[in-house]
């Protein structure tokens, strides 16, 4: 067998003579020359943020070859077209095999990036602060590669500080967002709003009514602007603890290990943080009514 570069049809002849005899045999051979055309045109864009929608084309220029697009060498259902617009989930590859008569070659890859998106967030503790008491915002926005903050305040004031340490001279509401931006470009935001609370005090009734009538039923303090609130514990008249706990909102619901409580005076202690850090214990008396 002989191989042959061909650009063109071509016409080959074979000769054999009869070493014996001398007589000659001719024969002709036409070959034809299938073009595959792999050629490839990309418009748009090659990256793109995964919150943002692609919109890549992907267009093979063959006129008459039949085409399979693959990703990450897998081949596409359905996609058969000479435009494609790729829809990736992350980062894939992408090409076209193009198959005319017999001759199948591929076209170029092209790689479309999805790149990670970060998510903003940050934490404040208590949804009420106390007047002219600082207090930290900490930032909880996850990506490693964010390196661009930006805060905004309602009251004007910006910072581009990873966390803040905020006071406020003023009562009322304040809406406070936060702007992150990766080193890719990606970006998300967040907004939330804080009370800030011209006192700071704290609130224990003097009597709760336990029952299943869904009115008054737990006893617990409430805080007005507190930081941090630390331990509540409610004693018998013989100095017995029935309750105790370090969970801001849990109450106690009049039993002990399941047993109601008859009507009774108990007393409790109440154990926080004042909005500049300081300890704090508050005593006081309350009526167990049945």
């Given amino acids: 067998p002989v ?50 929608p692609v ?22 259902g359905g996609a058969n077209g000479n435009l494609f617009n790729p829809q990736p989930l992350m980062t894939s590859t992408y090409w076209a095999s193009v198959k005319n008569g017999s001759c199948i070659n591929n ?9 990670p998106v970060p998510a903003a ?9 106390c007047i002219n008491a ?14 661009n903050y930006t805060w905004q305040l309602s009251d004007g004031r910006s910072f581009s500080s990873k966390d803040l340490l905020l006071a406020f ?17 990606c970006r998300d935001s967040i907004s939330k709003s804080i009370e800030i609370v011209e006192r700071c005090d704290v609130y224990v009734p003097t009597a709760f009514t336990p029952g299943d009538n869904g009115r008054n039923d737990g006893f617990m303090p409430r805080f007005t602007g507190l930081l941090k609130f630390k331990r509540f514990t409610v004693y018998d008249r013989g100095g017995y603890i029935v309750f ?3 969970k801001p909102g849990e109450g106690w619901d009049g039993r002990v290990k399941g047993r109601a409580v008859p009507t009774s005076v108990l007393v409790w202690i109440l154990e926080y943080e004042a909005p500049e850090g300081r300890p704090m214990m508050q005593k006081g008396t309350v009526t167990l009514i049945r």
Wanted: include cysteine.
């Fill in 3 to 52: 191989t042959l570069p061909l650009h063109s049809p071509a016409s080959f002849y074979l000769s054999v003579i009869d070493s014996v005899t001398g007589c000659t045999s001719n024969a002709r051979v036409e070959v034809d020359v299938i073009k595959v055309d792999t050629a490839l045109s990309v418009s748009g864009d090659s990256v793109f943020c995964a919150n943002k």
């Fill in 55 to 76: 919109t890549t084309s992907l267009q093979a220029l063959s006129m008459d070859g039949i085409i399979q697009w693959y990703e990450n060498n897998a081949a596409i």
């Fill in 107 to 115: 076209t170029r890859s092209v790689i479309i990036q999805r790149l």
């Fill in 121 to 129: 967030d940050f934490s404040f503790g208590s949804n009420e602060q």
């Fill in 134 to 147: 600082p207090f930290h915002i900490l930032n909880k926005s996850t990506e490693p590669s964010i390196n």
């Fill in 169 to 185: 001279s003023q009562p009322g509401r304040i809406g406070i967002s936060l702007k992150v931006i990766s080193a890719e470009g």
């Fill in 244 to 246: 105790s706990t370090n």
